[in-house]
């Protein structure tokens, strides 16, 4: 058998690696500060605000952080709506020639049983 303190080595290089792992894990979790909260700074600090008026613009500013992100999706959603039917119709002549020009046609009954394959994959 090995010497204990051997293993005690083994035991703490195995339980730093786990901390290690266990950190990393944390801090890629943890939100990025905002964009703006260095703006907030910056105003903070030139204006010299009172702690009240600075509260005040970091409450200004996550209004209009959210109002911003609000109008973003509104339009990503306009634009996936616009962007359906060009996809469909990609997704649709690519299948034809799958299914028409790339497999035998002994094979062409089975993908027709599978459903629109392409699409479903694509959609993931």
Do not use: C
């Amino acid at each position: 058998m090995k010497d204990p303190r051997f293993w005690s080595v083994v035991l703490a290089g195995a339980w730093f690696l786990v901390g290690l792992g266990v950190g990393v894990a944390v801090s890629e979790r943890q939100d990025n500060p905002s964009p703006l909260a260095s703006y907030a700074d910056s105003i903070s600090r030139v204006f010299e605000l009172s702690e009240p008026r600075r509260r005040v613009l970091l409450q200004l500013l996550d209004e209009y952080e959210s109002q911003r992100d609000e109008i973003r999706r509104r339009h990503e959603s306009n634009t996936r709506d616009a962007m359906e039917p060009e996809l469909r119709a990609l997704d649709a002549a690519v299948e034809s020639r799958i299914r028409d020009t790339i497999l035998p046609p002994s094979q062409r009954d089975l993908y027709d049983e599978l459903g629109r394959p392409l699409a479903q994959v694509a959609a993931r």
